[in-house]
């Protein structure tokens, strides 16, 4: 049998119970060529060893080549990775290749799991934004070691020099709130998520120096871990009953910037004569609420295409594998109905 780490093929299987590769194949199809007695055996043997089907080798049995690259998001509900999934996708079909995407579910170990699978189809490559609470890196070491091209867009690993295609998170996020300071807002509050994560940390200190370069005390104004609508509007109401409440939000993302708005306005507060709000991303959703949602565009199909690019290039041969491409796609404020 192969190494303890090593994907089990048809080829063991038929090897370890004595049937020919054929005939493996036709029981895991569930064939009626084959006894129901020697379906049961065969199928049951591949389960407990974990066996998995190789489709890129399925293709080539049909004499048709497909390239595939892996993806990894943490979840499809937001707007931001169904850009960059969109300019992954129109990248691989320059080259010829498609993707097959999984959600990670923000789980660390559906995301090694994923990595797995995807490295026993044997997929041309990963392209991933990892797990919010992923803090060991070994799934992707593995892969690195077994030579399978990796790419990080948005939310990189840290704890590794790898490839990676980000958005300057920190200009997006320095330049927001300089705007709003220069529209006479003074206290501004910050609504951020976990910061385990490099995007959280780069927003929040572009928020942070942005204060302090306009002389501003970041102590002196609010800061809540709130990554989300339903808990915007679950913690904004105390927020805004505060005897000094913020005259802005700077919020780390679209969904909760909306949030804000709406519990500001359920409270009696108009937008933005007496609170402006500001978030990150410009998903759909930012126009369409009211007012329209002023936010950092993120532009994700430039970073899906840019991170498709790299790694496409490394699975052809054109960039070395042990090259370390890092890039950084430029933001831009779009200015809307929600600030002053």
Known sequence: MPEKNTPITMKDIARELKVSVATVSRA?????????????????YAEEHNFSPNIIAESLRNRRVIKVIGVIVPQFTHFYFSSVLSGIEEEADKYGYRILVAQSLE????????????YENKVCGILVSQAINTSKYDHFTDLINKNVPLVFFDR?????????VVVDDYMGAFSAVEYLIK???R???????????????????????????????????????????????????????????????????????????????????????????????????AIACDPMLTTVEQNGKEVGRQAASILIGKAEGRIPLDKIEKRVVRTRLVVRGSTK
């Open 183 to 185: 529209t006479g807002c």
């Open 187 to 285: 206290h501004i509050a910050y609504y951020g998520s976990s910061m385990n994560l490099e995007i959280s940390k780069n927003r929040y200190n572009g928020w942070h120096d942005a204060l302090r370069k306009h002389g501003i005390d970041p102590d002196s104004c609010v800061k809540r871990f709130c990554d989300n609508r339903e808990h915007a509007e679950r913690i904004t109401p105390e927020v805004l009953n505060m005897e000094d409440r913020p005259d802005a939000f700077f919020a780390v993302n679209d969904d909760t910037a909306i949030g804000i708005m709406y519990t500001a306005k359920h409270m009696g507060l108009r937008i933005p004569e007496d609170i402006s709000v500001c978030g990150f991303t410009n998903g759909q959703r």
């Open 107 to 118: 789980q660390y170990d559906r995301e090694v799991e994923v990595c797995r699978s995807f």
């Open 28 to 44: 895991l199809k569930n064939s009626p060529r084959i006894s129901a007695k020697r379906r049961d055996e065969i199928r049951r």
């Open 156 to 164: 990189i690993c840290t704890g590794m020099n790898t490839c990676r």
